[in-house]
Nanobody, 123 residues
Framework: VQLQASGGGLVQAGGSLRLSCAVS????????MGWFRQAPGKEREFVAA????????YLADSAKGRFSISRDVTKNTVYVQMYRLKPEDTAVYYC?????????????????WGQGTLVTVSS
């Protein structure tokens, strides 16, 4: 199973980025697809999640109004679109997949993880 995150980069505050997570190696029906982020010296933090089978986005409070999550099952890809980025959004962003019968905000729910993509927001 592979989760390949991409789309990170350097952006000025107020800018936008779209992260992609290409998944392969198994069927993800019955799974929840999540995005987490981890800033230096901080815990891994939930950002957003969506069920593979149903377009049912769930966002962290810090993401509401600025981020959106979507998935394209025909392309086996999950996206997080980020608008109005702030310096505090700077982190490595990870995509992950896990059974949808557990809490989507907890990292331990997720059994598969991508390698992460770095987002740096300059002030």
């Amino acid at each position: 199973v592979q989760l390949q995150a991409s789309g990170g980069g350097l952006v000025q505050a107020g800018g936008s980025l779209r992260l992609s997570c290409a998944v392969s190696g198994r069927t993800f029906s019955g799974y929840v697809m999540g995005w987490f982020r981890q800033a230096p010296g901080k815990e891994r933090e939930f950002v957003a999640a969506i069920l593979w089978d149903i377009d049912s986005p769930y966002l962290a409070d810090s993401a509401k109004g600025r981020f959106s999550i979507s998935r394209d099952v025909t392309k086996n890809t999950v996206y997080v679109q980020m608008y109005r980025l702030k310096p505090e959004d700077t982190a490595v962003y990870y995509c992950a997949a896990g059974p949808q019968d557990s809490s989507v905000v907890v990292p331990s729910t997720y059994v598969y993880w991508g390698q992460g993509t770095l987002v740096t927001v300059s002030s």
